[in-house]
């Protein structure tokens, strides 16, 4: 009874992975509206978040105004809601190098020379007629191993972006997060940037290199139909998950 529904069900999913590949190729992928994108942080913010309304308070005679931003205040960001520069250098390399020689080798010869002059009837009573008591069991074995392993990575990125400050901790340090997304023609390219910095590493311009980041979380990927045919089809990745060998 399997079998038969084995037949359609494989023609439907056939069917539905030929219209999922046709539609990454086809459809142009689309710009997350701002604020509304995937969650950055956990627990995920539920909108862009804002500083608290401050009153407008104005004095008599005054040229300024409570929560105006001025020359003589600090502009770094230090609330919910400011902005601050990400610089993203990343050049890291690692390379690792081993290998495993191993050999063994055993031989074994036993026998029969005297057993109380009896080495011709006991020859003789084995099967296959005579028998070279004094060589009755000779073997040997040989064994060897080798292995080797290389790694050899490479990575860089050289970035600038721009963050939000989503929450300040209660001892005094930003939770931050931002995202930049650029489509050149059929391919949309996305960074993201995450993590927990301290007010006092926010430089004077108002940057902070990614180095200064704690639990930092940094993906610079993209969607399209570049990254689509890039990547092994359907039927090739349930190939590789069902097959044994």
Same mark, same amino acid.
């Given at each position: 009874?399997?079998?038969?529904?084995?037949?359609?069900?494989?023609?439907?999913?056939?069917?539905?992975?030929?219209?999922?590949?046709?539609?990454?190729?086809?459809?142009?992928?689309?710009?997350?509206?701002?604020?509304?994108?995937?969650?950055?942080?956990?627990?995920?913010?539920?909108?862009?978040?804002?500083?608290?309304?401050?009153?407008?308070?104005?004095?008599?005679?005054?040229?300024?105004?409570?929560?105006?931003?001025?020359?003589?205040?600090?502009?770094?960001?230090?609330?919910?809601?400011?902005?601050?520069?990400?610089?993203?250098?990343?050049?890291?390399?690692?390379?690792?190098?081993?290998?495993?020689?191993?050999?063994?080798?055993?031989?074994?010869?036993?026998?029969?020379?005297?057993?109380?002059?009896?080495?011709?009837?006991?020859?003789?009573?084995?099967?296959?007629? @005579?028998?070279? #008591?004094?060589? +009755?069991? /000779? !073997?040997?074995?040989?064994?060897?191993?080798?292995?080797?392993?290389? %790694? =050899?990575?490479?990575?860089?990125?050289?970035?600038?972006?721009? @963050?939000?400050? #989503?929450?300040? +901790?209660? /001892? !005094?340090?930003?939770?931050?997060?931002?995202?930049?997304?650029?489509? %050149? =023609?059929?391919?949309?390219?996305?960074?993201?940037?995450?993590?927990?910095?301290?007010?006092?590493?926010?430089?004077?311009?108002?940057?902070?290199?990614?180095?200064?980041?704690?639990?930092?979380?940094?993906?610079?990927?993209?969607?399209?139909?570049?990254?689509?045919?890039?990547?092994?089809?359907?039927?090739?990745?349930?190939?590789?998950?069902?097959?044994?060998?």
């Amino acid at each position: 009874m399997a079998h038969r529904y084995a037949a359609p069900l494989l023609a439907l999913a056939a069917l539905g992975g030929c219209a999922s590949v046709k539609d990454s190729l086809r459809v142009t992928p689309q710009l997350s509206p701002v604020g509304m994108g995937p969650p950055l942080t956990t627990p995920a913010p539920t909108g862009l978040p804002m500083p608290p309304v401050q009153e407008q308070r104005y004095a008599a005679n005054s040229l300024w105004r409570a929560g105006a931003r001025t020359f003589f205040n600090d502009q770094r960001a230090a609330r919910a809601g400011d902005l601050l520069t990400v610089k993203i250098q990343i050049d890291d390399s690692a390379q690792v190098s081993n290998s495993t020689d191993r050999s063994r080798t055993s031989s074994t010869s036993s026998g029969v020379t005297n057993f109380l002059g009896l080495e011709g009837t006991i020859s003789r009573a084995l099967p296959g007629g @005579a028998v070279d #008591t004094a060589n +009755l069991i /000779n !073997g040997e074995g040989d064994t060897s191993m080798a292995g080797a392993g290389a %790694v =050899n990575r490479q990575e860089r990125i050289e970035l600038t972006m721009a @963050a939000m400050v #989503t929450q300040v +901790l209660p /001892n !005094g340090n930003l939770a931050i997060a931002g995202r930049q997304e650029v489509r %050149v =023609n059929n391919e949309l390219r996305e960074l993201t940037v995450a993590g927990i910095i301290r007010p006092e590493d926010i430089a004077s311009d108002n940057t902070i290199r990614n180095s200064q980041i704690a639990e930092a979380r940094i993906s610079y990927g993209g969607r399209g139909v570049i990254s689509t045919v890039q990547k092994p089809a359907w039927g090739q990745r349930i190939s590789d998950a069902i097959s044994p060998f």
